[in-house]
């Protein structure tokens, strides 16, 4: 366990400092694998109740690009097409509270349904009895009765916890986002570690967060996880100004900053896998692996990155050789890691899928 100064200092490294520090990050590495997901990207609406800064997903819902609600048939025949291309992995996302939108909640309705949670649960209900891909969803805030629904056909899930800095909330970043209050997010990640259900979360570098608070971010983490036990893999993901957005002209972080941040990261939590996406990164992945990241994230041969539509996700021969180059081995894991396929940590119907 390092200590809020501890980490500011290596958060701060600079020269040969910083080498020793990626050193130590990569001699904590279990194996030489650097591990992805196979999956398929499904954006269920593009309706959101917050507005970040940074965001180019959400759309108003008189936009022409808008989708209240992508039909079941529509998700179902990409879900069984990404069967065909091997995938295992159905990634469900959607904005945050998008019923709460009467447009979205009329649209539900004529499908049949109550809300968007009741939807979502049709729909990775279908996907386990239908296909051999496993469901990971990313809804955003949940209760925990919310949690403990979704627990029963999700594999595992996610949410960024991004920063725990309240400070940000009087920012371009979240002033217009309720759903980024970091003790509303901390409190569904915990809530899911009471639900034992395997956890993906991570933290937004360079939107405007101060070092001490990314250390404060790490730690919140470190004292969750030490607690629960749950969190399977942490994201370090970094801000990217795109044409549009209200932090158009924000700069990003630098590399050393990012460099920094995945190495601390991984010294912090050797138990977990520690993912840069590398559709947000070509020219720079293979510094991240050797900075101590294991993980690329789940990658699609079918789908785009909606999040990121300007960023294609690369080929998998690509990130082959990325890999190899640097010694390592690329292997394909499920949207569950390996440390979790347990029965305390998996339903019923997910443990008897899988095993």
Not at 96 to 117: C, Y
Not at 133 to 148: C, F, Q, R, T
Not at 164 to 185: F, N, V
Request: charged share 25%.
């Amino acid at each position: 366990m390092l200590s809020k100064d501890e980490l500011i200092s290596l958060l701060g490294v600079q020269g040969n400092d910083v080498l020793q520090l990626m050193m130590k990050a990569n001699a904590l590495r279990s194996d030489h694998n650097i591990t992805y997901s196979k999956n398929v990207f499904l954006p269920l609406t593009n309706i959101c109740r917050n507005e970040c800064g940074y965001c180019t997903f959400r759309r108003e819902v008189d936009a022409p690009d808008a989708t209240l609600t992508m039909p079941p048939h529509e998700v179902m025949a990409t879900i069984h097409q990404a069967d065909v291309y091997g995938c295992k992995e159905a990634l469900f996302t959607f904005g945050e509270q998008a019923d709460a939108t009467r447009e979205v909640k009329d649209a539900l309705e004529r499908l049949g349904f109550e809300g968007m949670l009741e939807y979502l649960y049709y729909l990775c209900e279908r996907t386990l009895h239908e296909t051999g891909l496993l469901p990971h969803s990313n809804p955003g805030i949940l209760k925990k009765d919310e949690l403990k629904m979704l627990r029963e056909v999700n594999a595992s899930m996610g949410l960024m916890l991004e920063n725990t800095s309240t400070r940000l909330m009087e920012t371009a970043a979240h002033q217009k986002s309720p759903g980024k209050d970091p003790k509303l997010r901390i409190k569904t990640i915990e809530n899911a570690g009471k639900l034992k259900i395997p956890f993906t979360t991570g933290l937004l570098i360079g939107v405007g967060e101060t070092v001490e608070e990314r250390a404060e971010s790490l730690l919140e983490l470190r004292r969750i996880q030490n607690e629960y036990g749950h969190i399977q893999e942490i994201i370090i993901q970094n801000f990217k100004p795109k044409t549009g957005i209200e932090m158009e002209k924000h700069p990003e972080p630098s590399l050393l900053e990012m460099i920094r941040m995945v190495s601390v990261t991984k010294l912090l939590f050797p138990e977990c896998g520690v993912q840069v996406p590398p559709n947000l990164n070509r020219d720079t992945a293979q510094i991240f692996l050797l900075a101590g990241a294991d993980d690329w994230g789940g990658i699609s041969p079918l789908t785009r990155d909606y999040v990121n539509p300007e960023a294609p996700w690369p080929e998998l021969d690509e990130l082959r050789i990325l890999t190899e180059e640097l010694g390592f081995q690329l292997k394909e894991r499920l949207p569950v890691y390996p440390e979790y396929i347990k029965k305390d940590f998996l339903s019923d119907v997910i443990f008897k899928k899988i095993s």
